[in-house]
């Protein structure tokens, strides 16, 4: 079965400080990968995706993405994060042979002044 | 404007009662789907469709119920049988590729039982 875990459910930052959120995957031969935003009472938005290529993804909102093969990790950064950024994010996987995402569990990102 | 439009946007059920939730979608995509969303248990699949008159249960389907009678509207029938119904649901459509590169989803229903 294709799965994907976001270690941390919550994380805590300052305001223009970096940040990282963290997604491990199943291996597979062909994976993609994907990291959605969602702003609360709202549904999901694409922030950035994996799909082949450049192991280094960048994302709408200043947000980038790096693929681990070796690792099978996708981790989502931000150098500076602002208010706004306060959000749940999901990481998702799609193995080879599966059709539908299966989406981690999510980490509410908390920005503070 | 292109997008999915769920209704209503709150919804409260009666121990017993089936309730419907709406999904429509403008966007010409084949594929729709639906998740149900819990606190800190992520999106889970309940139902997806990638063509009319055909749909295929996800990983938690049981106590639900859909039909794909139009392109452009997928319902979801929430029955008696599901005994934990409260949670936010999402419906979500995407255009048929083998990457399922993006999903666009509605704002949600929140489903509470009285």
């Known amino acids: 079965a294709q799965s994907v875990t976001q270690l941390d459910s919550q994380v805590p930052v300052f305001e223009e400080a970096p940040v990282e959120l963290r997604c491990n995957y199943s291996?597979?031969?062909?994976?993609?990968l994907f990291w959605y935003v969602q702003y609360p009472n709202q549904g999901l938005q694409l922030l950035l995706k994996y799909l082949s290529g450049s192991t280094l993804v960048k994302g709408i909102n200043g947000f980038e993405a790096e693929f681990n093969k070796s690792q099978t990790s996708f981790h989502l950064r931000k150098p500076s994060v602002h208010i706004s950024d306060t959000a749940e994010y999901f990481c998702?996987?799609?193995?080879?042979?599966?059709?539908?995402?299966?989406f981690g569990k999510g980490t509410m990102l908390l920005v503070s002044p | 404007d292109g997008g999915i439009t769920q209704s209503p946007k709150y919804l409260f059920r009666k121990e017993g009662q089936n309730v419907t939730l709406s999904c429509e979608q403008n966007?010409?995509?084949?594929?729709m789907y639906w998740y149900r969303q819990d606190p800190g248990q992520g999106l889970r699949l309940i139902y997806y469709?990638?063509?009319?008159?055909?749909?295929q249960k996800g990983d938690i389907a049981e106590g639900y119920s859909v039909s794909r009678e139009k392109k452009e509207s997928f319902p979801l029938t929430v029955t008696s049988a599901q005994k934990n119904p409260t949670a936010f649901y999402l419906c979500?459509?995407?255009?048929?590729?083998?990457?399922?590169?993006?999903?666009?989803f509605g704002s949600g229903t929140q489903l509470s039982v009285l």
């Open positions: 979500a459509s995407s255009s048929v590729s083998a990457t399922n590169e993006k999903l666009f």
């Open positions: 998702a996987v799609l193995n080879s042979g599966y059709s539908t995402l299966t």
């Open positions: 291996s597979s031969v062909s994976v993609y």
């Open positions: 966007l010409n995509h084949d594929a």
């Open positions: 469709s990638q063509i009319v008159n055909d749909f």
